[in-house]
């Protein structure tokens, strides 16, 4: 269920905004210090974007059709970053720069690396277990 949510999401990010600016009740998470801002809803059936703070960190986050929040992503530091994710970019890509990295936190965690070299530039996606592979889209922050 969660990467049918998962892949719902990075349909949603990929595609884009329909409307800016709605309002909706959200059932609020307790670490959320803030009601959410610049809600837009989105061709994925009943998941809304939004801009949140969670304990003091401003972040994009997803609600489902019953306005729970069900994901959140963030641009983070490569110190942010898991340290088994890390070796593992390293040994499949040596060689390359690592751009934005963003975090994506739903049911798992996710990592979307930005890589480059003199020749070529593309994004992977890093799995909890480790697993690194090119990701199919480009995710919104």
Do not use: C, W
């Not at 304990?55 to 959140?72: K, M, P, Q, S, V």
């Amino acid at each position: 269920m969660g990467q049918i949510i998962t892949a719902f999401i990075m349909i949603m990010v990929s595609i884009g905004p329909l409307s800016k600016g709605k309002t909706f009740e959200v059932k609020q998470n307790a670490a959320v210090s803030h009601p959410p801002e610049n809600i837009i809803a989105s061709l994925a059936p009943g998941i809304k974007k939004a801009t949140i703070t969670i304990e003091g960190d401003t972040r994009t986050a997803f609600y489902n059709r019953h306005n729970e929040l069900i994901a959140t992503s963030k641009v983070i530091n490569i110190i942010d970053m898991d340290p088994v994710a890390i070796k593992m970019l390293i040994q499949n890509y040596p060689g390359y720069q690592m751009g934005q990295i963003l975090k994506y936190e739903g049911d798992e965690t996710i990592y979307f690396v930005d890589l480059k070299n003199e020749k070529t530039e593309f994004q992977v996606k890093i799995t909890p277990d480790s697993i690194v592979s090119l990701s199919s889209y480009t995710p919104e922050i």
